[in-house]
């Protein structure tokens, strides 16, 4: 029997296949696919929809077992890239990212799939998880990304998390992303 996070997963995978739309798991719900050690009743995922128009997306969406949790989702999605939605079998939310340019299609290029009951997920890769989980920054996400590290040790390409934070770095004029990765690292080999 699935749990009610796969028969989510299932009907989004149903919905967005059938479109011919690429999308993959991220937020909390692939951190524990990857390892991590944590309650969530929300799942997050990213659509790559260019050619669908967001009208079409979110009456399939419906068709499949979802409803928007907003008074106007075709303009939420517009302001914020996002269609929150409640997948109504489950009653869990799910935030439905509408991948832009920048790291969306990377992450999608790089997605593991992941078999989960008797559903393989498109999944956010481990190292992407990480990168995710540091520029969120707040402290869940950070228990998340040494989670995760310490669930997957050294297959995880550690300079590949390096090079994307360094190219956020660059483009948001930052410069403390990778010592938040370096000190995470640190504390969970200590352990």
């Excluded at 011919?20 to 909390?28: H, M, P, S, T, V």
């Excluded at 524990?32 to 997306?57: F, N, P, Y």
């Excluded at 992407?128 to 297959?155: Q, T, Y």
């Amino acid at each position: 029997m699935r749990s009610p996070v796969t028969e989510l997963l299932a009907d989004l995978d149903q919905c967005l296949r059938g479109l011919g739309l690429r999308w993959y798991l991220f937020g909390a719900q692939a951190a524990i696919l990857h390892g991590a050690a944590r309650l969530t009743a929300d799942v997050d995922a990213t659509v790559d929809a260019r050619g669908v128009e967001s009208a079409v997306l979110l009456a399939a969406l419906s068709d499949c077992g979802f409803t928007a949790r907003s008074d106007d989702p075709l303009e939420f999605a517009e302001r914020t890239r996002v269609l929150p939605l409640v997948h109504d079998p489950t009653g869990f939310p799910c935030d439905l990212v509408l991948a832009g340019p920048g790291l969306e299609p990377i992450f999608l290029d790089r997605l593991v799939v992941i078999r989960v009951d008797d559903l393989d997920v498109p999944v956010a890769s481990a190292e992407d998880i990480l990168v995710m989980k540091v520029l969120a920054g707040r402290p869940k996400d950070l228990e998340d990304a040494a989670s995760v590290i310490a669930a997957n040790g050294d297959r995880l390409d550690l300079s590949q998390v390096q090079s994307t934070l360094r190219e956020i770095e660059r483009a948001l004029d930052r410069n403390d992303l990778i010592a938040v990765l370096d000190q995470i690292v640190e504390r969970v080999r200590k352990v």
